[in-house]
């Protein structure tokens, strides 16, 4: 009989207590591949508030230049370490008593020096730029510097202290990592408002499940992380069944030990990998949702626009005939876009607009016309990535619930196939516009 204190039950025990640690570490790497996997990536003109995906390069007017690589850059951390060795000369009592002396070569790297400094930054697109904090992210940045000298090379004093460690060998490795400007970057984080003008920025949030800055891409992170969920598992059986071999195999079968100890093991895998795909499944469904009200808020905000733009237009040119035919399409086009509807696509209005405002230079240089002008277009920029937005989670969402296991799992989270915005959903229905009357 073993008792808790039997030194026996330590490997066992140990053993356990790493499983359960690799075994945590594999689930919290399948949560963040799936987090991945279901964000979809926005484009930096329609990116919202909440936990968003983003790809572009990094771009900024003031970059910094890194220590090492003098480059220019958006973040870069250098570590400089200088190599040592010894031989140590030790006394010892062996099996028998006897005092014997032996000798062994020890050595290693030793950090010298070292930094990194970061700013903030935009990351660019096709859309356009959106203000990124990296402030208490995860970074993953590219090698930019890497090399090995020895004092004969101008690099060793020149970025390295002039002194050195106890026992060196006078060779010291320079590395460095950076984000460079211009570089292909992937950004998942909590987008907000920001304080200094009315758009969007990403910065830390303690309530967000991630905030990742790298110089991957989308695909490599989420290899990476499913080769740390295998990873991690492997060695978590690997502790419970050498821990439990090591422990029972004087009373039992070792194999019988190590077998019982990996089916434990895989049963508690079984229920977190259910807790995770449960969770990552209820997380999905509500993205969706949310997805479609991205739509809803551009609808109202389309809504909303278009009697101020149909004022701007009527008080300038009131008894032409254009002016009445692009009348006629906003006043029809207010009656059918109603918020929470996807209602039809004003794209022949700004067109038309386009050509009233060449036709009549003082419409083209009036203000208030130009400015609502802009925002119709950028609304409509806007109502088609949120649109894009929602129906790639959307079908995201879809495959999902046909997908063997999680299919099984996603009736007990009671989720149901989303239908996908289609594109003739948004265009505009023919409008007859009768002459308008001779002006009096």
């Known amino acids: 009989m073993y008792d808790a204190h039997s030194p026996e039950l330590w490997p066992v025990l140990t053993g356990s207590l790493l499983a359960l640690v690799c075994l945590g570490l594999s689930l919290r790497a399948n949560h963040r591949r799936r987090l991945v996997d279901n964000i979809p990536t926005s484009k ?28 220019p850059c958006v973040h870069y951390q250098y570590e400089v370490a200088e190599h040592w060795s010894r031989t140590v000369t030790e006394t010892y009592t062996d099996s028998k008593g006897h005092r014997q002396t032996r000798t062994r070569h020890e050595s290693g790297w030793k950090t010298v020096d070292s930094g990194g400094q970061m700013i903030p930054f935009f990351l660019k697109d096709d859309y356009g730029a959106v203000l990124v904090r990296p402030e208490g992210a995860t970074l993953e940045p590219k090698t930019v510097f890497s090399t090995v000298c020895g004092r004969t090379d101008p690099l060793y004093y020149a970025k390295g202290p002039a002194w050195a460690v106890a026992n060196s060998d006078h060779r010291r490795r320079f590395t460095e990592q950076a984000i460079p400007l211009h570089a292909p970057i992937y950004v998942m984080g909590q987008a907000r408002e920001r304080q200094d003008v009315v758009a969007p920025e990403i910065a830390a949030d303690k309530n967000a499940p991630m905030f990742l800055i790298s110089t991957r891409t989308e695909k490599e992170i989420s290899r990476g992380y499913g080769w740390a969920w295998y990873g991690w598992n492997a060695l978590g059986l690997l502790f419970a069944a050498g821990g439990a071999a090591w422990s029972f195999g004087a009373t039992a079968s070792p194999v019988l030990a190590a077998g019982a100890a990996v089916i434990l093991y895989l049963a508690l895998l079984f229920v977190g990998w259910m807790w995770v795909v449960f969770n990552s499944m209820v997380d999905l469904r509500n993205r969706v949702q949310q997805a479609w009200s991205l739509v809803d808020v551009q609808l109202k905000r389309r809504h909303d626009l278009i009697p101020n733009l149909l004022a701007a237009v009527s008080g300038l040119r009131n008894y032409e005939r254009d002016v009445q035919e692009t009348l006629a399409l906003l006043r029809a086009q207010m009656q059918a876009t109603a918020p929470g509807q996807p209602g039809p696509d004003p794209a022949a209005v700004g067109q038309r607009l386009v050509a009233l405002a060449e036709h009549y230079p003082e419409l083209k240089a009036h203000e208030s016309f130009l400015r609502l002008q802009r925002e119709l277009a950028d609304t409509e920029t806007r109502i088609a990535l949120a649109r894009g937005y929602y129906n790639d989670i959307a079908t995201h969402h879809n495959l999902r619930l046909e997908l063997i296991p999680d299919r099984f799992l996603a009736r007990l989270a009671g989720l149901q196939p989303r239908p996908l915005m289609a594109a003739n959903d948004f265009q505009r229905p023919p409008v007859l516009v009768e002459a308008a009357p001779p002006a009096a």
């Open 44 to 71: 930096t003109s329609g990116v919202f508030i909440g936990l968003v995906e983003i790809q572009g390069t990094a771009e900024t007017h003031q970059p910094l230049r890194s220590f090492l690589a003098e480059i």
